[in-house]
């Protein structure tokens, strides 16, 4: 019975420290570098879009945004970038994915938001890039980051300046999980690209996908979420979004891989607010507007037009 316990006692232990390790691999500070060359692009798959998305890195870090820093309500410090245009009908925040950075994620879209029209507020999530933290909460947080960001904009450019969320992948369920916080009135619209409903049902996914039994490790993940993160991983955004009546832009390719489709299907189902969801059949997590940037430039540009008049 000893040498039970014994064993017992020590896989414990080992599980604990393996699902540590992961947890802060996964989960722990990030500091993405920008896409400078084709070979950066291959680990993120996106090296077919080098065309596209290598002169518009490199243009972008020509430009010297406006650095702004604002604090967090549990006092971590966030970094937003603000690019401005002459006499804007508006401002577009812009919020990047997991492990990544508003540059890597936006680049290509953001002097076509600028030629619109539009300032773009390019922020990073905490625990990323020159935003402080330790931990990525999967929007978890970081929605009263986003609140906190708009509070900003409609102090600085006034009530009547709007101001339209756009984000992708985790950063679409941080703008999502904030619609249900109260914003201030002059957010008038919310874009979501490739985004998910909770971050335990995306860990689920892969975990099958590659035919690896998704307990314990979610059981695990879900502690050190709570013990260092101090958030849950289970936290949907679809409870935020059946009480948001803020217009919503719904964007996802059918064949992502990462995040499911069907998980911004039933955000589109949930939500009770104006709604419009465009997907992409040929289209990987996050790459609808690469794969069909002339239908996605219309598209954000109606919806835009409609939503800051």
Same mark, same amino acid.
């Given at each position: ?115 619109? %029209?539009?300032? =773009? *507020?390019?922020? !990073?999530?905490?625990?990323?890039? @020159?935003?402080?933290?330790?931990? $990525? ?34 950063? %679409?369920?941080? =703008? *999502?999980?904030? !619609?249900?916080?109260?914003?201030? @009135?002059?957010?008038?619209?919310? $874009? ?53 009546? $803020? ?63």
């Amino acid at each position: 019975m000893v040498i039970f316990f014994s064993v017992v006692g020590v896989l414990l232990v080992v599980a604990l420290a393996v699902s540590l390790k992961m947890y802060l691999q996964f989960f722990g500070r990030c500091d993405v570098k920008p896409y400078l060359a084709k070979e950066d692009l291959v680990k993120a798959r996106l090296d077919p879009f080098a065309d596209m998305i290598l002169p518009a890195e490199h243009k972008l870090l020509t430009i010297s945004p406006e650095d702004i820093y604002i604090n967090a309500y549990d006092g971590i410090k966030l970094h937003g970038a603000y690019y401005t245009v002459d006499d804007p009908k508006g401002t577009l925040m812009l919020v990047h994915g997991w492990r990544s950075s508003g540059v890597n994620d936006f680049s290509c879209i953001i002097f076509e938001y600028m030629a619109m %029209g539009y300032n =773009v *507020l390019l922020v !990073s999530q905490r625990a990323h890039g @020159k935003s402080g933290g330790k931990y $990525i909460c999967m929007g978890a947080k970081e929605k009263y980051d986003c609140k906190a960001w708009t509070e900003y904009l409609a102090q600085r450019m006034g009530e009547d300046h709007g101001v339209v969320l756009d984000g992708i992948s985790m950063g %679409g369920a941080t =703008v *999502l999980k904030a !619609s249900g916080l109260g914003l201030p @009135k002059n957010v008038k619209g919310i $874009i979501a690209d490739s985004s998910f409903t909770h971050a335990r049902g995306v860990i689920k996914e892969l975990a099958v996908a590659n035919k690896i039994p998704p307990y314990p490790a979610l059981w695990l993940f879900e502690l050190w979420f709570r013990v260092l993160g101090g958030c849950s991983m289970g936290e949907s955004a679809l409870d935020a979004i059946k009480n948001n009546t $803020i217009p919503l832009l719904l964007l996802h390719g059918e064949a992502d891989d990462f995040v499911p489709c069907y998980m911004t299907r039933q955000i589109h189902d949930a939500a009770t607010c104006k709604k419009t969801l465009f997907t992409v059949p040929e289209a990987n997590h996050g790459l609808s507007y690469l794969c069909r940037k002339e239908e996605c430039t219309k598209l954000l540009n109606e919806f835009l037009a409609d939503v800051l008049g």
